[in-house]
């Protein structure tokens, strides 16, 4: 019986699996990328003093995915740190992906005044404050001045350093952002190692 072709040919064989086994790494990295969890790294000082430039974050697709399954919109919670695709980005541009904190959830009345914010819903007509119950991590006070109903659909999202226009965020330009550019909330800081930290999900 005449051998057969890989018998013959046995570095074939090598080369046919180190391709097939890269091509399953490739896709397994796409999958997990977009439907489990995506890592990211922080530039710029919008969120100290509770993220830094060069801080690398897990970020949980997971919620997102379930959502999806679900046929839903996800919706992070209130005080979450969740990154998001920036709705102004322009193709070779900076900040394709931008990390903040929500504050005002759809539907709800966001006011800046004096310093801090107040959001105000049905659940509380007489208006809250956001942060809360954020550990006191957002700096204060506040710069800026807002009043608005945060659109169906979308969020009100703030970072942490607040003073001055430290922030690129909903009260200073960038707007309040659709749901649909949330890829998901931040679970964790893997770097640098002595500053590894989960965040409340």
Aim: aromatic fraction near 12%.
């Amino acid at each position: 019986m005449k051998p057969s072709y890989f018998t013959r040919h046995p570095f074939a064989k090598d080369i046919i699996s180190i391709l097939v086994f890269i091509t399953c790494v490739v896709i397994g990295t796409i999958l997990i990328n977009t439907f489990v969890f995506r890592s990211f790294n922080v530039v710029g000082p919008s969120m100290e003093s509770t993220l830094f430039t060069g801080d690398r974050l897990i970020v949980d697709r997971l919620p997102v995915t379930w959502a999806q399954l679900q046929n839903k919109t996800y919706t992070p919670k209130r005080g979450q740190i969740i990154v998001f695709k920036n709705p102004q980005y322009a193709p070779g541009s900076e900040d394709e992906y931008i990390v903040k904190r929500v504050i005002g959830l759809p539907g709800e009345h966001v006011v800046l005044k004096d310093g801090h914010y107040t959001v105000y819903n049905g659940a509380y007509p007489t208006g809250f404050n956001p942060d809360d119950n954020n550990h006191g991590e957002p700096g204060s006070p506040t710069s800026g001045t807002v009043d608005e109903i945060v659109p169906a659909g979308e969020l009100f999202v703030s970072g942490d350093h607040r003073q001055g226009n430290y922030s690129y965020d909903s009260r200073s330009g960038l707007g309040t952002i659709p749901l649909y550019d949330v890829i998901g909330p931040a679970t964790l800081r893997i770097f640098p190692f002595n500053k590894v930290r989960a965040f409340p999900t």
